[in-house]
């Protein structure tokens, strides 16, 4: 059916295609964090003129000085495009009313029950409807429980009866960034999307093959909202059965590591995880919660995910009762010691410390009245409890301590000074699985 794009005798689908293949669309990010900033870049990189749109003034006036603040993203980028025009940022929603299309990236946290907190998706959307017109398209990334675009989104946008499909395009595509991973970015992860109807779907296909290497049709949005949670709840899982397994391991004296190692021999079914002193981040920790609250409401419970939760939550706990055996067996008790914690990012070489266990590890540590001091060179400074904390080099802080715990294996630690100066070492991530050595206590 044809439908109306004004005056003209193009349907609006027809008019918004043709902006998108010509590149002349122009394209509006909505949240420019982890996830929004290197999208925005990749889009301004094919040559679309691309908004920012973020309440936070300081990262918007730092894109506008063409700088970035993202590890992934080089300054460089950031510096050209603002130079061409091609990239802009602005705290102003308003910006929506010249835009053809939105992404919206902004953040989805739980509250302190497990509960979705939905309250940012809300209040963009609530800004965002405010000025959107026919002919736009509206893809949301945030990771969210299914049903989310069709049941909060939908309602939002449809303003003065626009349908989706006809005077607008709505769909769900799950951002999939691996933060510091140099091998796979933005650009060539394949990218997931799925519309409200086929109509909405190929308009997002159309739009991200202009600026990514490979698109993923599925068929609904549902689908897409629950690619993101089958990836990330897979992840959580298999992280639960490997840290359970390395509880065991520890108590029957077996090395975990080496167990894995043979195992991933395996050349078919099978796929190594490995054991950690918690979960850390702004995905694996969270994500699947969404999907055990929509479960709930089911009237399924998700017993793996709860399981594995569990197990995962306890991993800090067990860290921290490795160290204090550890030192009662070194004859130091962990009252009144003095404990170096070597890395505090929730995975190594980035400098994001959302969710980190290092958080919890030197919270528990602190409560059982160690003083405890740290090294990264991606965290300048730390919050705990309150209290900021300040990285220090790790020698000789390290070699100063009764006990250094290796809880983030950053490429940049010198650990042949570590294994030289410290006094015992308790090892979470195996980073110094190669060496052996009476000082090293393995997780
Ligand atoms: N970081 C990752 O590795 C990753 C990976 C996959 C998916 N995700 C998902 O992507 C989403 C965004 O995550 P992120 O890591 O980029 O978060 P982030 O905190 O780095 O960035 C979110 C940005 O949104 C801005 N913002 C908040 N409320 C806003 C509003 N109402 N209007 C405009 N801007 C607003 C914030 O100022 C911030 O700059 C989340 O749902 C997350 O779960 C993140």
Not at 3 to 24: C, N, V, W
Not at 350 to 364: G, N, T, Y
Not at 374 to 392: K, N
Request: net charge negative; aromatic share 8%; proline share 7%.
């Amino acid at each position: 059916m044809m439908i109306a794009a004004g005056p003209e005798t193009r349907t609006y689908a027809e008019e918004l295609s043709a902006k998108i293949t010509s590149r002349t669309a122009r394209v509006g990010i909505i949240g420019l964090g982890y996830v929004g900033l290197p999208l925005a870049i990749e889009f301004a990189r094919a040559g679309f003129a691309v908004t920012g749109v973020d309440l936070n003034a300081g990262k918007v006036a730092e894109i506008n000085r063409g700088r970035s603040y993202i590890g992934d993203v080089p300054a460089a980028d950031v510096e050209q495009f603002i130079r061409d025009g091609k990239l802009r940022a602005t705290t102003d929603f308003s910006a929506v009313r010249e835009l053809d299309t939105i992404n919206i990236c902004v953040p989805t946290p739980l509250r302190k029950t497990k509960d979705p907190d939905m309250s940012y998706i809300v209040s963009a959307c609530e800004e965002i409807a405010k000025y959107f017109h026919p002919g736009m398209l509206a893809i949301l990334e945030s990771t969210t429980y299914p049903g989310t675009t069709e049941e909060v989104l939908a309602p939002m946008l449809s303003r003065d009866g626009m349908e989706p499909g006809k005077e607008f395009f709505l769909c769900f595509s799950p951002e999939r960034v691996d933060p510091g991973n140099p091998q796979y970015h933005t650009r060539n992860i394949p990218k997931v999307v799925g519309g409200m109807t086929p109509a909405c779907t190929e308009m997002g296909v159309r739009f991200y093959s202009q600026a990514l290497t490979t698109v993923v049709p599925v068929e609904s949005t549902q689908v897409a909202e629950m690619v993101k949670l089958l990836e990330n709840t897979f992840r959580m899982i298999n992280i639960g059965l490997v840290n359970e397994l390395a509880v065991m391991c520890d108590r029957m004296g077996i090395n975990i590591w080496q167990v894995i190692e043979a195992a991933k021999t395996k050349p078919f079914g099978f796929m190594p995880f490995y054991p950690g002193p918690g979960l850390g981040g702004h995905c694996i920790p969270i994500d699947p919660f969404y999907l055990s609250w929509k479960s709930r409401q089911a009237g399924i419970e998700a017993r793996f995910i709860d399981l594995a939760g569990y197990i995962n939550g306890q991993m800090p706990e067990f860290t921290v009762a490795k160290i204090q055996n550890a030192m009662n067996a070194a004859g130091k008790p962990l009252k009144g010691a003095r404990v170096h914690v070597v890395g505090v990012a929730y995975k190594s070489d980035i400098d994001d410390v959302r969710e980190s266990p290092a958080l919890d590890i030197i919270h528990i540590l602190n409560r059982r009245g160690a003083t405890v001091t740290y090294s990264d060179p991606h965290v300048p400074e730390l919050r705990v409890d309150g209290m900021a904390l300040a990285s220090i080099p790790l020698l000789p802080a390290a070699g100063d301590a009764d006990c250094a715990v290796i809880v983030t294996n950053h490429s940049a630690f010198d650990y042949d000074g570590l294994l030289r100066e410290a006094k015992l070492i308790v090892d979470t991530r195996n980073a110094l699985g190669r060496v052996n050595s009476e000082k090293i206590v393995r997780l």
